[in-house]
């Protein structure tokens, strides 16, 4: 039965779906922040339910095809070990699941505190894409739009 759900899941399957499966997710961030939808199904722990049984997958399959999982810490070893591991298709989808996640679980912040302080969704919607395509620029322009409406400089929250 594993063999029959590998051929179907492959890595450039689950990249795509991944892809595409995210995005239902941030046009809800970004359109209707404020529905309990958003705050219930997208905003809370619910995509990463999700997202984790198809990490644990992919580390299961790479184990049981051969990949050494302790590779992965040869990325603290210098560039070129970096470079050298996302040559490798495993590593890559296992960073692509793990950037997706960070940038949606930073989307959903934005979306909570801008509620807390009520920015409105007009002035939210830039941030948010920059996070969704480039993560920490997305939130930097979420902070510095949130000094005004908070009418405070805080660098921790």
Same mark, same amino acid.
């Given at each position: 039965?594993?063999?029959?759900?590998?051929?179907?899941?492959?890595?450039?399957?689950? #990249? $795509?779906?991944?892809n595409?499966?995210? &995005?239902?997710?941030?046009?809800? $961030? &970004?359109?209707?922040?404020?529905?309990?939808?958003?705050? =219930?199904?997208?905003?809370?722990?619910?995509?990463?339910? &999700?997202?984790?049984?198809?990490?644990? =997958?992919?580390?299961?399959?790479? #184990?049981?095809?051969?990949?050494?999982?302790?590779?992965?810490?040869?990325?603290?070893?210098? &560039?070129?070990?970096?470079?050298?591991?996302?040559?490798?298709?495993?590593?890559?989808?296992?960073?692509?699941?793990? !950037? $997706?996640?960070?940038?949606l679980?930073?989307?959903?912040?934005?979306?909570?505190?801008?509620?807390?302080?009520?920015?409105?969704?007009?002035?939210v919607?830039?941030?948010?894409?920059?996070?969704?395509?480039?993560?920490?620029?997305?939130?930097?322009? #979420?902070?510095?739009?949130?000094? !005004?409406?908070?009418?405070?400089?805080?660098?921790?929250?």
């Open positions: 039965m594993f063999e029959q759900i590998s051929t179907f899941f492959t890595v450039e399957m689950i #990249y $795509l779906w991944l595409f499966g995210i &995005i239902p997710f941030w046009i809800i $961030l &970004i359109f209707f922040p404020q529905s309990n939808f958003c705050r =219930y199904f997208i905003a809370s722990i619910i995509p990463y339910f &999700i997202l984790t049984p198809i990490y644990i =997958y992919l580390f299961y399959n790479f #184990y049981i095809s051969g990949f050494e999982l302790s590779e992965i810490f040869r990325l603290y070893a210098g &560039i070129d070990e970096l470079i050298d591991l996302f040559s490798s298709s495993s590593f890559l989808i296992l960073f692509w699941i793990h !950037f $997706l996640a960070i940038n679980f930073c989307g959903a912040w934005i979306v909570r505190d801008s509620q807390k302080f009520m920015v409105p969704k007009a002035m919607f830039v941030p948010l894409i920059f996070t969704y395509f480039v993560g920490p620029f997305g939130i930097l322009i #979420y902070w510095i739009v949130r000094i !005004f409406f908070a009418k405070k400089l805080s660098l921790y929250d």
